[in-house]
Each structure stands twice: as structure tokens, then as C-alpha cells.
């Protein structure tokens, strides 16, 4: 694939720890040669060889915020997209390629309160949105604002960061759910109790994102103090395979079960800008010239009304059940003269 656009610089990096926080959640700790700095709600680019190809994968940093030192924690999904395998594979003192940090996940640290809400593996921003949280309060010598943390997972084990969260919140302010014994956040109820202007900071799987973000927009609270990221892998649908048509560049093809359509268009030629490969930044969104089947949204930059729509498809997360036509920003007849 072609370089995403911040990764023009990278670095390389050394695995300097490797800790299984549950049976399919390890964390990996990078030590870099420099100071690259990040904030809480990054993610950090990382070259890897997937089945034969080189290709970047995005992961939350997690921890303090270190300025030569990256933490994240990576769940094993032996049916992905074999980036998580491919990390798993790697041992301590092995060198890898990092780009620079990105962050579309921000924490504003002004908010008189927040609400943390964390589905699976989408827990991993929250352990430096807490630290960094509590460390401003402690320097401007202020009462802490309040947190309130849902936190839920498949089953008890896949808690991962559970004991930090022990430690860092008071029973109070942290709830957990597991669907393994049946139980389930009321998003409406919880946003009901919340103070005006709370923050709430989304992280998990993208229907557990849908029905936070229709609940809050029920309770006419303002969007802006809405934030929400996605792990881009969990859809509507289960993957299966896909056509996928290109008519401007000639392209009739499948894109597989285990393969993102961005990664079809570049492999065949056809040039698409993107950045997070996560559906955060709306840089990959193509055109849909026709679709005869249903676009699996996975994306959290279309509007609800532009994914009903289906004019636009984000190549990176997003899926197809049936056929696609899409169109590329390509244009032969455009001549850029400066
Ligand atoms: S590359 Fe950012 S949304 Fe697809």
C-alpha cells in the first residue's frame, strides 16, 4: 500500500515489553530512539507484514503519556484481518516501524465532568484519559472533576485494564457489564443522570457507538460534547466477500472476507487518499455510483443521514453485502498548473 499521509515520517522502535492482560488481550511496550509526543486519545501507525504485504495498522496508546515510550494493547482475533497475529508474533527486543501519533479522539481537559463509556478492547484510551484527567486536577490544585466509567466486555476475563480502573476510581464512579451474565447499559438512563455540560468520551464496538450516540441525541444534549472512536473491525454484518466495481479505472473485482476494500483498491491501482484506516478522518470516502445490496456502515465520520443516504462509503472500515460501484477522485482531464 501506499504510505498513509502522516506516516511520510517514521521511526523505528524496540519492543521493550510484552504483558497478557487477558487469554486474547496483550499489551506491547515500544521504547523509541526519541521524543515523539502524544496525548491521551492517540493512536499510534505501525508497518507490518500481513499474509505477504506490508501494510499499517492503528492502535490506542495506552499509559502515561511518555514522550519515548508507547504502550497499547492489542486483542487476538485469529478470524481479523491478521494484524493482530502479526503483532502477537513478535518477541521482546524485536524493532518495528512506527509513524507519528495521530489523534482524532481528544480529550478536552476543561469539562467540570465526564462520562467514560469503554465496549471490549476500546477500553485502551481511557487508562491515559484517566491518568491525564487526575494529574490536571492535581496541578491546578483543584477538586477532581467527576468520572463517571461504563465499562463493559464479553465476559469477566476480557476485563483487561479492570484492575486500574479498581484502583484509579472509586466504586461509584465505575460500572461494569458483562454479556456473558446478561446485562446491558441503559444509555438513556445513564445520560439522564448527568450533569449539564458533561463530556462523554465513546470507545468500542460500532453498535455499542450507535445506540450512545442515538440515546444522547434523544436527550438534545449538545453534540459537540459528544466524542466517539472505533476500532472499525465489529459491523452490522459478519464479513463476507463482496464485488466491487471501479468503472473510471477499468477495475471489476472481490474483496474478500479478510480484506478491507482500501486495501483491494491499492493493491489493484487504484490511488485513494486516507490517514486513520480506523473511520475516524472521512479522508478514504469514495463515491457510490450503485449498490445492489447494503453498505455495513463502520465508519463514525458520516452523519447517520449520510450513511442512510449511501452516496459515500468509507473504503477503510466499511463493507459491502452484495455489489459496489464506486468512483475515485481520479481525473484524467485535470491539469494543476501553479
Ligand atoms: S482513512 Fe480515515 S476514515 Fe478511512
Same mark, same amino acid.
Given at each position: ?14 519492543i521493550i515489553g510484552l ?51 508507547y504502550q497499547f494493547a ?30 482524532? &479522539? %481528544? !480529550? ?7 462520562? *467514560? +463509556?469503554? /465496549? ?6 481511557? @487508562? ?113 466477500? &463482496? %464485488? !466491487? ?7 471489476? *473485482? +472481490?474483496? /474478500? ?6 486495501? @483491494?483498491?491499492e493493491r489493484n491501482g ?69
Open positions: 500500500m501506499n504510505e498513509p499521509l502522516h506516516n511520510k515520517f517514521t521511526t523505528q522502535a524496540k504483558k497478557d492482560l487477558t487469554p486474547t488481550v496483550r499489551e506491547f511496550t515500544l521504547e523509541l530512539p526519541r521524543a515523539l509526543p502524544w496525548s491521551p486519545g492517540s493512536h499510534l501507525p505501525i508497518s507490518l507484514e500481513v499474509k505477504g504485504f506490508k501494510t499499517w495498522r492503528h492502535y490506542s496508546l495506552t499509559g502515561a503519556t511518555h514522550p519515548q515510550r492489542v486483542k487476538k482475533l485469529d478470524q481479523g484481518r491478521g494484524g493482530s497475529m502479526a503483532l502477537w508474533s513478535l518477541e521482546l527486543g524485536e524493532l518495528v516501524h512506527v509513524g507519528t501519533p495521530k489523534n482524532h &479522539f %481528544s !480529550l478536552d481537559t476543561s469539562a467540570p465532568s465526564y462520562l *467514560l +463509556v469503554a /465496549g471490549g478492547i476500546g477500553v485502551t484510551p481511557f @487508562v491515559s484519559m484517566v491518568q491525564a484527567i487526575k494529574a490536571q486536577s492535581q496541578r491546578q490544585k483543584s477538586p477532581a472533576p467527576s468520572i463517571k466509567m461504563l465499562y463493559g466486555a464479553r465476559d469477566e476475563q476480557e476485563l483487561a485494564y479492570i484492575d486500574f480502573f479498581r484502583q484509579n476510581l472509586q466504586a461509584t464512579q465505575l460500572h461494569v457489564c458483562v454479556d456473558d451474565k446478561g446485562e446491558r447499559f441503559d444509555f438513556r438512563a445513564q445520560i439522564a443522570q448527568l450533569a449539564p455540560k458533561t463530556q462523554a468520551y465513546v470507545c468500542g464496538p460500532q453498535a455499542m457507538l450507535s445506540a450512545f450516540r442515538l440515546a444522547w441525541s434523544d436527550s438534545e444534549r449538545a453534540l459537540e460534547d459528544l466524542h466517539f472512536e472505533t476500532f472499525g473491525t465489529s459491523g452490522a454484518q459478519v464479513n463476507e466477500a &463482496f %464485488s !466491487l466495481k471501479v468503472p473510471r479505472h477499468g477495475v471489476d *473485482l +472481490v474483496v /474478500g472476507q479478510d480484506e478491507t476494500l482500501l486495501e @483491494v483498491l487504484v490511488q485513494t487518499l486516507y490517514d486513520c484506516q480506523r473511520g475516524e478522518c472521512g479522508l478514504c470516502a469514495m463515491d457510490v455510483l450503485a449498490l445492489d445490496g447494503v453498505i455495513d456502515h463502520r465508519d463514525v465520520f458520516l452523519s447517520p443521514h449520510e450513511k442512510s443516504s449511501n452516496q459515500k462509503i468509507c473504503v477503510c472500515v466499511s463493507r459491502v453485502c452484495g455489489t459496489i460501484i464506486l468512483d475515485s477522485a481520479y481525473r484524467e482531464d485535470e491539469i494543476f498548473v501553479n
